[in-house]
């Protein structure tokens, strides 16, 4: 438990320097902050890529966000000081209630950044008290997927709620067609677990640098699409071909340039621009591929997000954090199926 006392006791050491300092100036300091998360959520993701060549890949979505984060707040409240020099007078009482819940609401939001962003530095399965999700059985401490077992997580559930409910009102943003809270579901328990969750207790390898996939044409390994590796032997070497669309509509333009070329679409029913759901709608609308399988890949536990996936053409569904086994026995089963339904009876 002594991480999550660490975190509520700088949460409540926050919400007192605040109260003790005004309630004006803790109202400034709740904006600098909200402000500086909202940015640091907006460019981490993008900004930490291109980290990704660097000796710090297994950090990068970590150090960028809490980098970022510090650094804004920083320069926010120097900018406040310059400008707003001034503190407002109100009577001692509503001074130290109102500066302290001003400071508890900084305490929270800057406490649970630093939550979210140390479950992005790559580290062990268990931090202190703390035991992210693991799908291995060498870790009996973990927790099953979709619960939690460390106090603290409300701080971070906390904040990521929060900024999840900014992004969908008055932080909606102006370019592309996705928010935050489409983008990362469930962001506080994907930072928790999916850093740590591979080989070595963590310790695997979590991103593939630029350029590094075409290294390995260096090596006689026999490349076949899926659909050729399906009935085959169990001993035989198969490699799969895989290509990635950044959006629905990157996937149906791939989709009508090579409309012979997939066994199965891999379908993430949150992405940016244009949805899972209405990119598989689209997809079911062309007879060219009404025996494609596609598979949805959700964070979302729900079954009326299930049931929505089936009612618009899906075929079935994987949940994350992905089961790499379980994904592949349901995208062979679904390419089988496809395979049997276009043979002329």
């Keep these: 438990m002594i991480m999550s006392l660490l975190a509520f006791a700088a949460v409540l050491l926050i919400a007192y320097w605040w109260a003790n300092t005004g309630a004006f100036s803790a109202l400034v300091h709740m904006m600098c902050v909200i402000t500086a998360g909202a940015v640091a959520f907006a460019i981490w993701e993008p900004v930490s890529y291109r980290l990704l060549e660097s000796p710090v890949e297994g950090h990068a979505k970590g150090l960028v966000l809490i980098g970022t984060f510090v650094g804004l707040t920083a320069l926010l409240r120097l900018l406040t000081d310059k400008f707003i020099p001034m503190n407002l007078n109100f009577p001692r009482a509503a001074d130290v209630a109102v500066g302290g819940a001003f400071g508890l609401a900084s305490g929270i939001l800057s406490v649970g950044i630093m939550i979210i962003s140390m479950g992005y ?103 076949a699409t899926l659909s050729g590796a399906v009935g085959s032997a169990p001993a035989a070497a198969w490699a799969v071909s895989f290509t990635v669309a950044q959006d629905g509509y990157e996937a149906l333009r791939q989709l009508e340039a090579h409309p012979d070329r997939f066994d199965c679409v891999l379908m993430d029913c949150q992405m940016p621009h244009l949805d899972g759901y209405t990119t598989t709608e689209r997809i079911r609308s062309d007879a060219r591929w009404k025996h494609l399988p596609v598979i949805a890949m959700t964070a979302s536990a729900l079954v009326s997000d299930r049931e929505r996936a089936l009612a618009v053409g899906m075929n079935d569904h994987v949940p994350k954090p992905l089961d790499v086994n379980q994904m592949y026995q349901v995208i062979t089963r679904w390419i089988q199926v496809a395979h049997r339904a276009r043979i002329p009876k």
């Design 121 to 223: 530095f790559q580290s062990t399965v268990t931090i202190g008290d703390y035991t992210g999700w693991s799908r291995r059985s060498d870790v009996p401490t973990a927790p099953t997927i979709g619960s939690d077992n460390a106090p603290m997580l409300h701080i971070a559930s906390a904040t990521a709620s929060f900024y999840g409910y900014l992004s969908w009102g008055s932080f909606t943003p102006w370019l592309g067609g996705g928010t935050f809270a489409t983008h990362s579901p469930d962001l506080f328990r994907q930072s928790a677990s999916i850093n740590r969750d591979s080989f070595g207790e963590g310790q695997g390898r979590i991103a593939i640098q630029p350029g590094a996939v075409s290294d390995l044409a260096l090596f006689d390994v026999p490349t």
